[in-house]
């Protein structure tokens, strides 16, 4: 292709800490995710009630996208998003909630979120990305899928930027790295430079 | 600059048949998949359920041995004519697409059986793939989209060609999660009618098979645009869908107004069919012919989409149009067009749409060579 894209930013959240571009903007002593993402959502400074609603995934992909889109312009922004357990965590809990006929409590506001790409959907609202949207299911991620995936939307046309990632949160276990594709940057949008971003800590 | 895709194969299982010419012939006889079922604690919905013995029939037939989930064997059956026919090699892709695949795992305390990952890796090895899949997991539009990102991906020169499998189970705990948002209809579900008061459930594997070579139903534009309005419900312009709809048409090169036919989502909720007709009106689609399929199979979830594309496909082969079943006045808000009775008619132009949680949707626009 004759056209190059690069990456202009990256955030990376994991084991209580928040990077922009490899450098901590927000650490926490050692807390359980759910305390640790009400600590990291205050630090932000954003006023966005629902938020609090949120599943741990949802939250966490949430957070990343605030942090990364801060004095970001999100017009024509795509989002592509990855993970491996898809909404897991948020399943079992629907699951244990119907797992007993005599004891049977379907929650709507739990079930919503059985579904990896409601994350996807919760920063496509906060960041009003009217947008080209995607999902996808991976044991890793998988960079030159995405990398392409990101380049068609931007060759096409029907984007002028995309916000790509991996999400995954299970059982307290989670890690967040978004990237935004762009026309300008420090970084060629390759497959070495996404690997690396997952490579830091 | 982007090489053209064309549809040349498709296949599908559902409760009326285990072929696309067994479903054909029972969308033309107006029969329905839809019956009263217990679904684990929830007694006597209508929902559409593949019968397990005539699964298991039909699935011997495969002489694959080890063991396999209803959705497998489901999926499985779907794929099997194509990877026949087709030998997939180092250049064809393998896209999956599923809501919640193996689901059902979770009651017998198997979670990572119900990884989607595992049902890839799986489906991979029985059908002999040679690439890992790329799974699509995006709510109800999934079937439609992995079309999409089989065919884009395809446009970059990753691959040559692509089996696109996607498959939805039956599941108590869909049932149950649509029941506690109230959505789950007390008959039958009945698209865009005045009487409409919600969704049936179903369950459905379908496959279609992706090629640069001529072929008589090409992929002319697609798009998935979301809402960016409400996580569960539809936005109340359509925007999302009426933008996707804008996007495919651009890509094909058409005006909205030219196209013969919309194979519509058509959930039969209230929202879902409003948001629809709002956009197919905004569209200046009013006269447009619309049916929906789900008053035959239920809301497939992510199967939905394919299996609706794989029907579509042979509506314009055979140039008819399908009634809507269930429906019989209109109960949306905007003077849209729906199918009352079976007809045959060209359709030349086509679109389907599908739209779900998240704010997703995804539409495609097929024209006939």
Redesign the interface.
């Known amino acids: 292709m004759e056209q190059s894209f690069y990456i202009s930013k990256s955030c990376h959240i994991e084991q209580q800490c928040i990077q922009i571009d490899a450098e901590p903007v927000f650490t926490a002593a050692e807390l359980d995710f759910s305390a640790f993402a009400k600590l990291a959502f205050k630090h932000s400074g954003v006023a966005y009630p629902k938020f609090y609603k949120m599943d741990a995934l949802s939250k966490l992909a949430f957070l990343a996208a605030e942090y990364l889109l801060q004095e970001e312009d999100s017009t024509g922004m795509a989002?592509l998003l990855a993970n491996?357990?898809?909404s897991?965590d948020t399943?079992?809990i629907?699951?244990i909630?119907?797992?007993d006929?005599d004891n049977?409590y379907?929650?709507?506001a739990t079930?919503?979120y059985?579904?990896?790409?409601?994350c996807?959907?919760?920063i496509?609202?906060r960041?009003?990305?009217?947008?080209?949207?995607?999902?996808?299911?991976?044991?890793d991620y998988?960079s030159?899928?995405m990398m392409?995936?990101a380049?068609?939307l931007l060759?096409?046309g029907?984007a002028s930027k995309v916000l790509c990632g991996w999400v995954e949160y299970r059982d307290e276990n989670y890690k967040a790295v978004l990237y935004l594709v762009d026309h300008f940057g420090d970084k060629p949008h390759t497959v070495d430079e996404i690997n690396k971003l997952f490579k830091i800590k | 600059?982007?090489p053209t895709l064309y549809i040349a194969d498709t296949s599908c299982v559902t409760p009326l048949g285990f072929t696309v010419q067994e479903n054909w012939e029972a969308l033309l006889s107006g029969t329905s998949g839809l019956a009263y079922q217990d679904v684990?604690?929830i007694k006597q919905v209508p929902v559409g359920r593949i019968a397990d013995a005539l699964l298991d029939t039909h699935f011997e037939t495969l002489g694959l041995s080890g063991t396999f989930s209803r959705l497998e064997k489901m999926m499985l059956l779907a794929a099997s004519p194509l990877v026949k026919k087709h030998q997939p090699n180092a250049r064809t892709a393998f896209v999956m697409a599923t809501?919640?695949g193996n689901?059902n795992a979770?009651?017998e305390g198997q979670?990572e059986q119900?990884?989607?990952?595992a049902l890839?890796d799986k489906l991979q090895k029985h059908l002999a793939m040679a690439n890992r899949p790329?799974?699509?997991?995006?709510?109800c539009v999934s079937g439609v989209?992995a079309v999409s990102?089989a065919k884009?991906?395809i446009?970059?020169g990753?691959y040559d060609n692509a089996l696109v499998l996607t498959g939805d189970e039956l599941s108590?705990?869909v049932v149950?999660?649509?029941?506690?948002?109230q959505a789950i209809a007390d008959q039958p579900c009945r698209p865009f009618d005045k009487q409409r008061e919600g969704v049936s459930l179903g369950e459905a594997a379908a496959a279609i098979y992706l090629t640069k070579e001529k072929n008589n139903i090409r992929i002319a534009g697609e798009?998935?645009?979301?809402?960016?309005?409400?996580?569960?419900g539809p936005s109340r312009t359509g925007?999302?869908l009426y933008?996707s709809i804008l996007?495919a048409c651009q890509?094909a090169e058409i005006e909205a107004g030219s196209l013969d036919f919309i194979a519509a989502h058509g959930t039969a909720t209230l929202y879902n069919d409003e948001m629809e007709a709002i956009a197919f009106d905004r569209l200046g689609l009013q006269d447009t012919p619309v049916h929906s399929l789900k008053g035959f199979y239920g809301h497939t979830l992510g199967a939905a989409g394919l299996l609706e594309l794989v029907i579509l496909v042979k509506a314009m082969q055979e140039n008819t149009f399908i009634a809507s079943l269930g429906f019989t006045e209109l109960g949306v808000s905007r003077p849209i067009t729906i199918v009352k009775e079976n007809r045959q008619g060209n359709i030349q132009r086509a679109l389907k749409t599908a739209s779900g949680?998240?704010?997703?949707n995804a539409v495609m626009v097929l024209i006939k060579e």
Not at chain 1, 127 to 139: D, P, R, S, V
């Open positions: 989002l491996r357990s898809g897991m399943d079992l629907h699951q909630s119907i797992q006929a049977f379907p929650s709507p079930f919503v059985t579904l990896a790409n409601i996807a959907g919760e496509s609202i960041h009003q990305l009217q947008t080209e949207n995607a999902f996808f299911i991976a044991e998988d030159f899928l392409n995936y380049n068609y060759l096409s029907r | 600059m982007f684990g604690a809501t919640k689901i979770l009651r979670p119900a990884l989607l990952t890839g790329i799974i699509v997991s995006q709510a989209l990102v884009r991906m446009q970059m990753m108590e705990f149950s999660g649509f029941q506690s948002f798009g998935s645009i979301n809402d960016a309005n409400h996580i569960s925007e999302g933008q996007a890509e949680f998240g704010g997703s």
